[in-house]
């Protein structure tokens, strides 16, 4: 193999146990000591604001579709296109931040930046409750109407929030992934365990998010929870900017879409050039040090690429070449990487589209539920969604304690099973979740037609919970499985750009959401009635359920034929004890 040839031409150099060479730097701008900075002493504080970052978003988002219906009154389908529309902006918007933290502000300055952005919304969501004259109704809790400035103020709030979470999302996480060093065999195994960590991180936020703070917004005041959240993400930004001391930064590198079009161009240009027949006849160039990121392995995929490697002028240096003409092998493989991430990223979108309706149709069923525990409690709505978090911590921590030390012994692969295998594992309970959804929501249809008067609150809401639990199962496979694999197949320059990534197939998914209920309600408006009613029990959605069922299962089948023909990244290594080249999926 090439691969294999080319790995034992290397000399392979002895892992530093004392300094770490990975083009980190320590908070002075200095060399790192490996004792000192990074690993688990500097990732507690970064899960830290994560944790809190996520109790505001959930806290919002989860109860988001019930402030839309019984405080701004729109109708279901209104709400549930503002919430997608909202969701989708939120988990779109950390396009623009990667890209800003990885070219010029660098991530631990895009967090800051993005962190205040982010207090910003939460105050002024804050100010929209206790202020007066920003309040949704001139005396009193309720009103028919809402006041048009609190409507303004609200919504300005609420994307404030995305522009913030942008900002964090991206650069939070591959920050975290960045102190370990993945030359180093500890290191590197910890950084496997760092994403399932960083998701009970955020799980445990999710959780308080929806049960502490949905409560106090729905028994104490609006008010109360936002100032609860504002004060909580206030704190965890101080805690942050403490562990300063323990990081290593990276510094930003320019534009990681650059040298990405320079070798388009550069192929284009030669397109009519034979391509040589040995891959040592192509341009690379080897580094002792990482500044500019770790040399690829050439590979027999897209040779159309290659011929951006073609030295068309040998008597001039290839130095000194217009970087337009000319590209490494490196980054042509770069290049190949990127193409090959996009039929994996388009099969993971009906995934995102199942998870949506989490956040929206899922919990709107639960208000027509039977929600009392005893006489005096009765839990609130968005609460339900804490199930769907403990199915996640549940199937993250027995994940990484008890099946990848199980699997790391049968399969000989550093991470038990390939990283695209977990998330398929994942899509197969989405399927699962929309069968089950399908089945409790005729259930309830059934009660309403038998019972109008008191319509399905005679069923308990905890015939939701398999739901919610199964969806968060498949979300610790395929959710974390999707930032693994964004953050590392991407090329090292656009590491906050690849979070950005796996964060764009849940905004993607988002808005296809919203456009597929819109199609939906449209087509089955012309035969008759809508699927979607003006509330729940003039509406379908077991239907559409049944719809999203079938369109996953579909896709999961696409899903394992483009699985099965991905070539994963192959670094070439500079130390004896990592391996980086990772098995095809067979």
Known sequence: MEIEQSKKKQEPRVVDEKWVYDSSLDHRGRIPLRNSTGAWKASFFIIAIEFSERLSYFGIATSLIIYLTKVLHQDLKT???????????????????????????????????????????????????????????????????????????????????????????????????????DDHPQERKNKMSFFNWWNLGLCCGLLLGVTVIVYIQDHVSWAAGYIALTAVMSFTVLVFCIGRPFYRFRKPTGSPLTPLLQVLAAAFAKRNLTSPSEPDQLYEVFRSDKTQGRPLFHTEKLKFLDKAAIIENRQTSAEKQNPWRLS????????????????????????????????????????????????????????????????????????????????????????????????????????????????????????VRENPIEGSLSMSVFWLAPQFLIIGIGDGFTLVGLQEYFYDQVPDSMRSLGIALYLSVIGVANFLSSLLITVVDRLTEKGGKSWFGKDLNSSRLDYFYWLLAGITGVNLVVYAFVASRYSYKNVKKTTLAVSDCYETIA
Not at 82 to 91: A, D, E, F, K, L
Not at 352 to 372: E, M, N, S, W
Not at 376 to 402: K, W
């Open 328 to 447: 490494t092998v490196t980054k042509v493989e770069e290049m190949k990487l990127i193409i090959n991430m996009i039929p994996i990223w388009l099969t993971t979108l009906p995934f995102g589209i199942c998870v949506a309706q989490a956040a929206t149709f899922f919990i709107k069923q639960g208000t027509t539920l039977d929600r009392k525990i005893t006489d005096e409690f009765t839990i609130p709505p968005a609460s339900i969604y804490a199930l769907a978090a403990i199915g996640m911590i549940f199937s993250v921590t027995v994940y990484d304690r008890a099946l990848v030390p199980f699997l790391r012994r049968i399969t000989k692969n550093e991470r038990g099973i390939n990283i695209l295998q977990r998330i398929g594992i994942g899509m197969v309970f989405s399927v699962i979740t929309m069968v089950v959804a399908a089945l409790v929501e005729k259930k309830r249809l059934n009660l």
């Open 79 to 181: 709400a549930a296109k503002s919430v997608n529309y909202w969701s989708g902006v939120t988990t779109m918007m950390p396009l623009v931040g990667g890209f800003l933290a990885d070219a010029y502000l660098g991530r631990f300055t895009a967090v800051l930046a993005s962190s205040v952005i982010y207090l910003l919304g939460l105050l002024l969501l804050t100010m929209s409750r206790v202020i007066p004259s920003l309040k949704p109704c001139n005396t009193g809790e309720t009103c028919a109407e809402a006041r048009d400035v609190h409507v303004i103020v609200f919504f300005v709030a609420i994307y404030l929030i995305s522009v913030g979470t942008g900002g964090h999302k991206p650069s939070l996480e591959s920050f975290g992934a960045d102190q370990f060093d």
